[in-house]
């Protein structure tokens, strides 16, 4: 889909067809007149796409005061790869895709798509919390309210500890703060939860590795190429990391009802915003202007800076993490339904782990998405350039031609980018 909000992006068409792809829309989608730039809302017609799956000539149209975004292809391909990265759109989607797949998935066909369905579900934050908890490298979390009993009785054991409240679906760090574990906030908050849908209480990783002053997290990929068997592979090329844009600290006048998201958080989101405006596009030490830096850089600076630092055990902690997430991914229950409906080459998807490094350089995981904003980055942030437009386009640009070359779909052409050096495939025979 054209929409950055519906779609991947202008940026992985611009890709596709670099490489020889034809880009095509399975549905028609419209929108009201008067938009400008991006609509706020739009109206997909997914019946359409089930009437191509099906061989039906299923036509949907802009009504009076709606304007046509894009229109559907008249047929269907013979070999295509489906991208979709809406939560909702794309399951169904993807469903549709499986259960029609006898029908049009014959002999010199080839189709592949790029969302494995359930995929989402598992990762909410309350499942994902339950699925690692005994993992050493996921903080102990709890789930409100069912496990408030739980919560309470690690917090009188730990003496003094910090701790991290979360929704339980949300992202970009949206309703998060940082607890002291003696403040009658925090406590309310607690008993509150009773009331409230479900929420993550986690312990707060209160001894993080710095770059300069600043908290960061790595934000790497993790691709799954196929569930049965399970195949799965991390970049190890070109990621992020994303800091935060006022120095560290515990103090209490940036915990509890004082939280300070500039100090905690790493999302751009929290970052740059207008109340942090120079904090964010101050040129800082080590990160300059923004709040990125790659993770080359990264490494070159816990190399002269770190004596504990060894990249080859750093790539191996995140490697063993990847692992245990593309097995968590394949075996949850909203994805296990599909497994047997789908052949190993059909279904694939890019996942974005956040992780985090302690002081020691253990590698921690914060969580994992599969909707990890590959698209265009912004060209302006608070009406200035966006300083770490270069940075993080090249790291897109990267992501989706390493994951083109190692799917294989267009071997058949020769590619000038992408490649499979640039991965770390998972040994899952161990």
């Known amino acids: 889909m054209p929409l950055e909000e519906y779609g991947w992006g202008k940026l992985l068409d611009r890709i596709l067809e670099s490489r020889g792809w034809k880009v095509l ?37 802009a009504e009076e005061g709606q304007v046509e975004i894009c229109k559907r292809t ?47 579900t598992s990762l909410f934050k309350c499942n994902f919390s339950r699925a690692f908890r005994n993992d050493d490298w996921y903080p102990t979390a709890y789930s409100l309210p069912h496990e408030e009993h739980l919560l309470m009785k690690d917090i009188k054991a730990s003496g003094t500890s910090y701790w991290i409240a979360k929704p339980n679906d949300e992202f970009g760090g949206t309703g998060i703060t940082v607890w002291s574990h003696d403040d009658p906030g925090f406590h309310k908050l607690i008993r509150d939860a009773r009331k409230q849908p479900r929420s993550i209480v986690q312990r707060y990783l209160h001894d993080p590795m710095l770059l300069g002053k600043f908290k960061f997290h790595m934000r790497i990929h993790l691709v799954i190429t196929s569930l049965s068997p399970l195949r799965a592979f991390v970049h190890a090329h070109n990621g992020q990391a994303l800091c935060a844009t006022r120095p560290f600290t515990l103090s209490k006048k940036t915990l509890n009802a004082s939280f300070d998201r500039a100090v905690h958080l790493t999302n751009q989101c929290f970052n740059a915003n207008p109340k942090n405006k120079d904090n964010f596009l101050r040129k800082k030490p080590l990160i300059g202007k923004g709040q990125q830096i790659t993770i080359p850089q990264l490494e070159a600076y816990l190399q002269k800076n770190h004596k504990g630092f060894n990249k080859k055990e750093l790539w191996k902690q995140i490697v063993h993490i990847g692992k245990r997430q593309a097995e968590y991914i394949a075996n949850a229950r909203t994805v296990r339904p599909h497994i047997g409906k789908v052949d190993s080459n059909q279904l694939f998807e890019v996942f974005g782990m956040d992780l985090m490094l302690d002081k020691n350089c ?6 994992t998405n599969n909707s990890p904003g590959l698209s265009y980055p912004a060209t302006t942030i608070l009406g200035a350039p966006n300083p770490d437009y270069g940075k993080e386009l090249t790291m897109c640009k990267h992501v989706h031609h390493d994951t083109l070359t190692l799917l294989g779909l267009d071997a058949g052409k020769k590619q000038k980018k992408g490649s499979l050096s640039h991965w770390y495939e998972i040994d899952f025979s161990a």
């Open 74 to 120: 008249p047929t269907f391909p013979s070999h295509a790869v489906m991208f979709m990265n809406s939560v909702l759109e794309r399951d169904d989607i993807a469903k549709l895709f499986l259960a029609n797949k006898k029908r049009f998935c014959k002999p010199g066909t080839a189709y592949s798509f790029a969302a494995i369905p359930g995929s989402e």
């Open 362 to 367: 253990k590698v921690w995981m914060c969580e």
């Open 25 to 61: 829309r399975p549905c028609t989608v419209v929108a009201d007149k008067g938009f400008k730039g991006e609509p706020d809302e739009i109206s997909m017609f997914l019946d359409e796409f089930e009437g191509l799956l099906q061989g039906q000539n299923i036509l949907g149209a």
